[in-house]
């Protein structure tokens, strides 16, 4: 996949994943088709914000891509539909939560095999 665009397509995946399973509350079950709707559309938003932010900054610094992520994801969760736990924006908060952590869990281990494919064709 082109360089440029990895970051992209990875920051839309990881928010509209936290986003999907945090508005289902973990219940894959109840997974509906308006579900999806609004998490893609949280995850389109929030990843192309954080796509642009990080070009804008010229870092790829994990902890900072994963926290702008996590940021960005909470705000546009926020504002793209209601919560439906906890207070006003409790299920915003937990969904940046979410995006930040999969990002930085995600980007780690893409680092790591890199890597370890590197090394291994090194050898």
Not at 98 to 105: D, E, K, N, Q
Request: overall charge positive; hydrophobic content about 55%.
């Amino acid at each position: 996949m082109n360089r440029r665009i990895a970051p992209l397509v990875e920051n839309v995946a990881e928010a509209s994943t936290a986003c999907l399973i945090t508005m289902m509350q973990g219940n894959f079950l109840a997974f509906t088709l308006t579900h999806w709707l609004i998490a893609s559309q949280t995850g389109v938003i929030a990843g192309v914000v954080t796509s642009v932010a990080l070009i804008l900054a010229r870092t790829d610094k994990r902890w900072l891509v994963a926290a702008v992520l996590g940021t960005v994801t909470a705000v546009v969760d926020f504002m793209v539909h209601p919560g439906s736990f906890g207070s006003i924006a409790t299920e915003a908060i937990v969904t940046g939560a979410a995006a930040g952590t999969l990002s930085y869990l995600v980007g780690s281990l893409w680092r790591h095999f890199r890597v370890r494919l590197a090394a291994e064709i090194v050898t």
